[in-house]
C-alpha cells in the first residue's frame, strides 16, 4: 500500500506562483512514477506532469514552460512548481503514483488540492 499526501495550492493571481507537494509513504516501488491530474469543473481529469524516478519526465503541452516537475528521491516526494499561472489552470489538482513493474497498474491518488487562479 502507498500512502500520499499533498500539500500547497490555493488562491493566487494570474501571472502569479504556487508549488505542489506530495509525499508518498507505505511500500516504495523500485521502477515508479509520480505526478499530477488535475480536474477543472465539467471537464475530464488531464494529465498535467510525470517524472519517474529515474528523471524522464512529461508534461502536459498547456503547461509546458511554465510548469516544472521535480522529486527528491530521498524522501519520495514530488513537486509541482507552477509559474505564470493563468485562470484556465484553475482545477483540484491530484497527486498520483505508479509502479512502472507492475501490468497492469494500479494508480495511487491523493486527497486532491485546490487550485484557484483569478483573473
Known amino acids: 500500500q502507498v500512502q500520499l499526501v499533498e500539500s500547497g495550492g490555493g488562491l493566487v493571481q494570474a501571472g502569479g506562483s504556487l508549488r505542489l507537494s506530495c509525499a508518498a509513504s507505505g511500500i516504495i516501488f523500485r521502477l515508479n512514477i509520480m505526478g499530477w491530474y488535475r480536474q477543472a469543473p465539467g471537464k475530464q481529469r488531464e494529465l498535467v506532469a510525470s517524472?519517474?524516478?529515474?528523471?524522464?519526465?512529461n508534461y502536459s503541452e498547456s503547461v509546458k514552460d511554465r510548469f516544472t516537475i521535480s522529486r527528491d528521491n530521498a524522501k519520495n516526494t514530488a513537486y509541482l512548481q507552477m509559474n505564470s499561472l493563468k485562470p484556465e489552470d484553475t482545477a483540484v489538482y491530484y497527486c498520483?503514483?505508479?509502479?512502472?513493474?507492475?501490468?497492469?497498474?494500479?494508480?495511487?491518488w491523493g486527497q486532491g488540492t485546490q487550485v484557484t487562479v483569478s483573473s
Open positions: 517524472l519517474t524516478n529515474r528523471g524522464t519526465t
Open positions: 498520483y503514483y505508479e509502479n512502472l513493474l507492475q501490468n497492469p497498474r494500479h494508480t495511487y
